[in-house]
C-alpha cells in the first residue's frame, strides 16, 4: 500500500482498479479510476485514488494525483480483440480486491465519492463513516462475468436496488446492459438519477419521471474507450455544482465527444476544451 506523508482532503475520490489494457501496440493504462480521476483534474477539483495494482503497471501518467495503491501480485489485466461483430473482452489477470478500510479518514468526506469497479472488485454501498455529498456510481465492474475462457460478458448485478437507492448519480452505458431497455427502466426507477450513454448518439437521462435524449456532436472519432468515465466525471461534478441533471448531461456528453478524437489517456480534456464547453452549455 502507498504511504502519503500528509494526506490533504481532496474535492473527487475515485475508488477502483487502474486497468492494465493490453493492445497490439502493447500496454496502456485504464480504467474508471483513471479516466475519471485525470478528467476530475482537468475540471479543477483536487482528487485522490483508492486502487490496486502490481509492479508490471505504471502511474507516471496520473502525475501528481495521490493513490492509495493496494500492493497486489498483478494488475486487473484486460484484453480487448475487435472484430466484425463486435468487441469481444478478456479478464487476463485480477488485482487484489478493494476494502473502504484503506480509504483515508479525510477522504470519506470528499464532496464526490466516485465508486468506478471494472471487475466486481469493492462492495457497492459505502459503509458507515463516509459522507459524500454526492455518491456516484459507475456499475459496469458489478455487471460483468467472465467464464473459464476468461471472455468477459454481462452477468447479475447482486444487491443492485439497494446500491442504486444510495446512491446520488448513476451512469451506464447501453453496452453495460446489453441494450436491455426494461432493466434501463427497473434502474431509473430505483435511483435518484440515472444516466444511459450511447456512444456516437450521446445519452439518454432519467430524472423525475422524465426521459429525455442529449445528442453528441459529430466528431472524428479515434478511439472511444474511457469515453464512458470521461463523461461519468465530468457529469458528477457539473450536477453537484448546479443541481441541474439536464445541463450536468449536456456538459458531460459535450466533453466526451472531445475525449474520442485522440487515443487512449490523451483524449483527457484540455483547459480549451473545457472553456469551450462551458460556453456552449451556457444560456
Not at 172 to 178: F, K, L, M, Q, W
Request: with cysteine; hydrophobic share 45%; net charge negative.
Amino acid at each position: 500500500m502507498s504511504n502519503l506523508a500528509v494526506v490533504e482532503p481532496v474535492d473527487y475520490l475515485v475508488v477502483g482498479h487502474v486497468a492494465h489494457d493490453l493492445t497490439p501496440d502493447g500496454w496502456r493504462l485504464g480504467g474508471t479510476a483513471a479516466y475519471s480521476a485525470l478528467t476530475a483534474q482537468a475540471l479543477g477539483l483536487r482528487v485522490g485514488i483508492v486502487t490496486a495494482l502490481g509492479p508490471e503497471t505504471s502511474l507516471a501518467q496520473l502525475g501528481d494525483i495521490p493513490v492509495v495503491a493496494l500492493e497486489s501480485p498483478n494488475s486487473t489485466i484486460f484484453e480487448n480483440i475487435y472484430t466484425k461483430q463486435g468487441r469481444v473482452q478478456y479478464l487476463r489477470a485480477q488485482a487484489t480486491r478493494l476494502d473502504f478500510g484503506y480509504v483515508p479518514e479525510v477522504w470519506r468526506q470528499a464532496p464526490i465519492i466516485h465508486l468506478g469497479p471494472i471487475a466486481n472488485e469493492m462492495d457497492a454501498s459505502l459503509p458507515e463513516g463516509f459522507s459524500p455529498t454526492l455518491l456516484g456510481l459507475t456499475p459496469q465492474g458489478w455487471m460483468r462475468q467472465w467464464d473459464a475462457e476468461c471472455r468477459v460478458s454481462r452477468g447479475e448485478w447482486h444487491d443492485a436496488d439497494i446500491a442504486l437507492s444510495r446512491a446520488g448519480a448513476v451512469v451506464i452505458s447501453r453496452e453495460d446492459v446489453n441494450g436491455d431497455d426494461e432493466l434501463i427502466e427497473h434502474m431509473a426507477q430505483h435511483t435518484k438519477v440515472l444516466v444511459v450513454t450511447e456512444s456516437a448518439a450521446g445519452a439518454v437521462l432519467y430524472w423525475n419521471g422524465d426521459r429525455r435524449r442529449f445528442r453528441a456532436p459529430k466528431v472524428t472519432e479515434v478511439d472511444a474507450t474511457g469515453a464512458g468515465d470521461v463523461f461519468a466525471a465530468a457529469f458528477f461534478y457539473r450536477l453537484l455544482n448546479t443541481h441541474d441533471p439536464w445541463e450536468a448531461t449536456r456538459f458531460a456528453t459535450m466533453l466526451a465527444s472531445c475525449s474520442v478524437t485522440r487515443p487512449g489517456l490523451e483524449g483527457i480534456a484540455t483547459d480549451g476544451e473545457v472553456a469551450v464547453c462551458m460556453i456552449e452549455i451556457l444560456p
